[in-house]
């Protein structure tokens, strides 16, 4: 209550106006004149910040951010006795505490919210929540708001914001590099939250993914994890990686996909060399890289023979039919889309 605005007329304890004070009073005390007159005074009650909640169908992913102006989220408002409902939209909003968050963020145009603050003109589109907090289904701040008096509720109200599925890994780096015959693959993560495992996937020919390998997950953590993998067999060139997390409960998230180049004087292999009429080409590295050109030439390098081979998911060999040839030296090359491998072979 607010009470107070004009002693009146005959008032012994003061005269003139009385500026009005939250739970005050007009004091009053009467003369030998008579009766006190033409007292005045009004009454204001606070506003009431209403409470609100909101559920997320979807949950949200890591590091992603939710202005508070489009749907499902709804308008923070107070009731009013004298104003009636108001939103905050245009009007002074007032953040009184963002413990709730759960490791979640609040910014205001950018400028993150820790505490007591007071936004004059609110705009909803540039409140944002960012969803950072591994591991959270949930996060709340209290917030109250003035009237057209000026005066704001004394209890604030809550802004609650729910979703199913917890924040899960927060990836830090995902890197890989030679080592002798292997690619070590190296990755960490910032926090975790119900990990069960990561996939190790490695691209093919033909730009699928295979899983060449599994690593447990520490699953929950809000430290610095750190993983690394080997893979024996990487093919010669650059090689394509990604990892998958999975979860407990089914979830999943991916990095991004990184290259990791391999050298070496592996190339294509064939037996038996030298040989005698028919010659067998290794062509397992080849088997899901689409159509394949085979070019077989002299030791010059000129062409004397091209086919197309059509490759499948057992390809192990390709069989040549070398009779018509005459004894020596040839260049043998099978080309794909994705690499390049070629060999020297001797005709007894």
């Known amino acids: 209550m607010f009470a107070g605005e004009q002693y009146g007329s005959n008032n012994q304890t003061d005269v003139g106006i009385e500026p009005g004070t939250p739970d005050g009073f007009v004091a009053v005390e009467t003369g030998a004149s008579g009766d006190i007159t033409e007292v005045n005074f009004g009454i204001n009650k606070r506003p009431e910040a209403e409470d609100k909640y909101v559920y997320l169908e979807k ?32 009007n002074t909003l007032r953040i009184t505490s963002v413990a709730g968050m759960n490791g979640n963020l609040l910014r205001y145009r950018g400028e993150l919210i820790t505490g007591d603050t007071v936004i004059h003109n609110f705009k909803a589109d540039n409140l944002k929540v ?57 990755w960490s993560t910032a926090a975790e939250w119900n990990a069960e495992k990561f996939l190790v996937e490695h ?20 430290s610095v994890s750190e993983y690394t993998f080997e893979h024996g067999v990487p093919e010669i060139g650059v090689n394509y990686y990604r990892i998958a997390q999975l979860d407990f409960d089914g979830a999943s998230t991916m990095t991004n996909v990184i290259p990791v180049e391999f050298m070496s ?14 010659i067998t080409l290794d062509a397992s590295r080849f088997k899901h890289c689409g159509l394949l050109d ?20 057992t390809l192990e060999t390709i069989e040549l039919d070398m009779t018509d040839r005459i004894p020596g030296m040839y260049i043998i090359r099978i080309k794909s889309r994705y690499r390049t491998e070629s060999i020297k072979v001797m005709k007894s």
């Open 265 to 278: 004087d592996v190339n294509l292999k064939a037996y038996p060399v030298p040989f005698a009429e028919n």
């Open 203 to 222: 691209m093919l020919c033909d730009g699928s993914f295979q899983t060449v390998g599994e690593v447990e997950a520490v699953g929950f953590s809000n």
């Open 130 to 186: 960012v969803f950072v907090g591994v591991g959270s289904t949930s996060c709340y701040f209290n917030y109250t708001m003035s009237d057209s008096a000026g005066f704001e509720d004394l209890s604030p109200a809550v802004y609650v914001i729910e979703w199913g599925d917890p924040l899960p890994v927060e990836w830090l780096s995902f890197t890989g590099e030679q080592f002798g015959d292997k690619i070590i693959l190296y």
């Open 59 to 90: 949950s949200p992913n890591l590091n992603t951010s939710d202005d508070l102006w489009h749907d499902p989220y709804v308008d923070m408002s107070i009731t009013d006795a004298e104003d009636g409902s108001k939103i905050a939209e245009f």
């Open 294 to 313: 085979l070019t077989i030439m002299d030791h010059h390098g000129r062409v004397l023979r091209e086919e197309t081979v059509f490759p499948h998911p």
